[in-house]
């Protein structure tokens, strides 16, 4: 069992930046890879960037390839999304999320791939 705890998440204008952090802990040694979902109000979780958690291999949806920044510590288990460029339609909320299956493909980008998730983090952007 792996539990996740993300924090970071606020109010910033539009072009602005934060950084988001997602805290593991439990059984870590058995993670492949780690990602990053939003879901805005009434629309549904979509997928934004993976890393895998020993290679550091990364792939991002392409809205947000170039303003965000998908990175993690293996000695802290952390993964961290550094958003910049921020603009009204990033506001959601932020998931962070666990998988211990392989293989990195392009299958990463669906939540059903992985098996544990944070509670979120709520990002709004103001114009």
């Known amino acids: 069992q792996v539990q996740l705890v993300e924090s970071g998440g606020g109010l910033v204008q539009a072009g602005g930046s934060l950084r988001l952090s997602c805290a593991a802990s439990g059984r870590t040694f058995s993670t492949y890879a780690m990602g990053w979902f939003r879901q805005a109000s009434g629309k549904e979780r979509e997928f934004v960037a993976t890393?895998?958690?020993?290679?550091?291999?990364?792939y991002y949806a392409d809205s947000v390839k170039g303003r965000f920044t998908i990175s993690r510590d293996n000695a802290k288990n952390t993964v961290y999304l550094q958003v910049d460029s921020l603009k009204p339609e990033d506001t959601a909320v932020y998931y962070c999320?666990?998988?211990?299956?392989?293989?990195?493909?392009?299958?990463?980008?669906?939540?059903?791939?992985?098996?544990?998730w944070g509670q979120g983090t709520q990002v709004t952007v103001s114009s």
């Open positions: 890393i895998g958690w020993s290679t550091g291999s990364t």
């Open positions: 999320a666990g998988t211990s299956r392989g293989p990195w493909d392009t299958g990463l980008i669906s939540t059903v791939r992985y098996n544990y």
